[in-house]
């Protein structure tokens, strides 16, 4: 019997994944890759560091399916995972960095600069840039809310659900967030 995995809801899908059904898992991913590339690429700042951890928290949520709540939202559920996940490569990042110090300084001069220089960019670009380090800079609890609200879109309710905090606690962080965003692009 061949089940329309495209008509099942997400926790359906997510019973048809764990009961061994590949299009299940295909059908889950082609509909949340989309906003979770989107949530991480506002996360990171780094186009190819989003797809790489984008596919790390899908492996990452096929794996603990098992836990995932089929009552649930399945997009705020795989929105936590990529948050999470942002949050590990933002430390491994911060460790390779240190490490690439600690070369003795003939060696130092083949380490790469990540960031691009803004004469090497177009304007549009460069625009783009200062305001995804800007985001990047905000301490982690305002980006995050910052990014679930502005950048995917989640209503109050919805972002916080994801962080597991009160709505108020949302607002609040929204607030402080836009308000850190436009003193530091002001400078």
């Known amino acids: 019997m061949t089940i329309d ?110 960031a691009a220089t803004p004469e090497a960019l177009l304007s549009d670009r460069q625009e783009l840039k200062r305001t995804m380090a800007a985001i990047g800079a905000l301490p982690v609890a305002l980006r995050d809310t910052l990014v679930l609200r502005t950048i995917e879109g989640l209503s109050q309710i919805e972002t916080a659900e994801v962080l597991g905090i009160s709505e108020k606690a949302v607002e609040t962080r929204l607030y402080r967030a836009r308000s850190k965003l436009q003193e530091s692009l002001r400078d």
């Not at 984008?54 to 836990?67: I, K, M, V």
């Not at 559920?77 to 240190?98: E, G, P, Q, T, Y």
Request: glycine share 8%; with cysteine; net charge positive.
């Open 5 to 114: 995995v495209a008509g099942c809801t997400d926790g359906e899908l997510a019973a048809l994944a764990l009961a061994g059904r590949q299009a299940a898992y295909g059908e889950l991913m082609h509909r949340h890759r989309d906003n979770v590339y989107r949530l991480i690429r506002g996360h990171i700042g780094d186009a190819d560091a989003a797809l790489d951890v984008t596919q790390l928290s899908f492996l990452s949520a096929f794996s603990a399916l098992g836990r995932y709540d089929g009552a649930r939202p399945f997009r705020l559920w795989i929105a936590r995972i990529a948050i999470n996940k942002c949050h590990d490569w933002a430390r491994r990042r911060a460790v390779r960095r240190l490490l690439s110090f600690a070369l003795p300084i003939d060696e130092a001069s083949q380490v790469a600069d990540d």
